[in-house]
């Protein structure tokens, strides 16, 4: 039950929850910089280097980031629990197959310990030939960047019990071919996990674009609208409703924008693009949206392809290489403490609610009925206007058990609707979109 003083706040609030989240915890510039810099002392990274060199390549790697965790665990008291997965992966870029291994750090929650926020980056590296994996590769932003704010988010959040649980992961093969997402998405739905995000940072620690364009206030946060996991006649019935920019992971992105406005100190804009990647290109996450997971991208908002991707060299006066002293360390700080404010505002938030039906065809009145939420203390009621993409409005319904509400003079026909679950605490779930009508 929300309490009465706070009810009152929260029913003030339209557009977004009146509780703000404060004191969100900042990571420190140095110690992500020292890190970044400890995985480009292995030299290569490349999934394919050694992986029983102690101290060059990605075996060496993984046994730093997993001493990381440890060494965080220990000082939570043994909030963490460290373990490896692995498997063989084949293709073009490992004909010969290679054992892919991920590095992960479990921190249970306090209510269901299925209900899982996933926060990834991937610690292999590569230079422009993605066979070779000899040369040195230092992989500094990409994606030494993603490596750094996982760690460093774990050793945040893990100061404080949450609801949900939060799985920290150190993927491999990325650039092979996205292994290391496909391992951790398998294994999350082999272990029964209910995925509420997979927040996946690739290339997250840099300013500067190829043509010298800084973007130091913004971070770009890719997903997908129509879901990968829908088969046909689930896409025509999201087609028929208009959800098409409504996905579980396009809610998870506007909730990223939340978080960031929430949160002015973090001092960061949150451009969230509606497509799965940028063009042509993939991620960790992709693998995760295949299996049906809330999953995000974030990404620098400029990028720098001569620091990516490339053989260490000069040409012509022009420098290449993804080298540490291309990267701003206070701008990835920023987007740790983003990603810090959002695992933390959705591992204490109840889940979303599973479905929300509508109904209100050649009526002045639209009817909300959902499916109730363990845990929630009440329940924040969304609707905007059919020609916009942002919520708009908002009402909080009190009560956990409560599994409808009517909307009265809000037209369906002119609207969109959704539902999110809220906690005693006024922290919430991603926005759940009303779709088709109630089952009779």
Known sequence: MIK?????????????????????????PARLKADVEKLVSFGTRHTL??????KRGIGAARNWGAAEFERIAKACGGCLTVTRIADRFEGPRAPAGVIVENVLAIQKGSGDPAHVIMIAGHIDSRVS??????ADAPGANDDGSGTALVIEAARLLSKQKHRATI???????EEQGLWGGKLLAR???????????MLNNDIVGGTKGTDGTIVADRVRVFSEGIRASEDLAAQLARRGIGGEDDGPSRALAKAAVRAGTRNPAIGLEVLAVRRPDRFRRG???????????????????????????QDLRSENGRKYGDTVDEMDFTYLARVTALNVALARELAD???APARVAIDGAVSSDTKLVWTPVKDAAAYRLYWRRADRSAWTDSRLVEGGDTAESLLKGVQIDDHFFGVAAVGADGTESIVTFGGLPPQK
Request: no cysteine; hydrophobic share 40%.
């Open 349 to 351: 938030a109840p889940p």
């Open 167 to 173: 799985v920290y992961a150190l993927l491999s093969g």
């Open 187 to 197: 294994h999350a739905k082999e272990q029964g996990w209910d995925v509420a995000a």
């Open 4 to 28: 009465p003083a706070l009810f009152a706040a929260l029913l003030l609030s339209t557009a977004a929850p009146a509780l703000a989240q404060t004191g969100t915890p900042a990571a420190d």
């Open 283 to 309: 991620g960790d996450h992709l693998p995760s949206l295949e299996l049906g997971y809330p999953a995000i991208r974030f990404t620098v908002g400029v990028e720098d392809y001569d620091h990516q991707h």
């Open 129 to 134: 030939d993605p066979m070779n994996f000899t």
């Open 49 to 54: 280097s050694s992986a029983t060199d102690p």
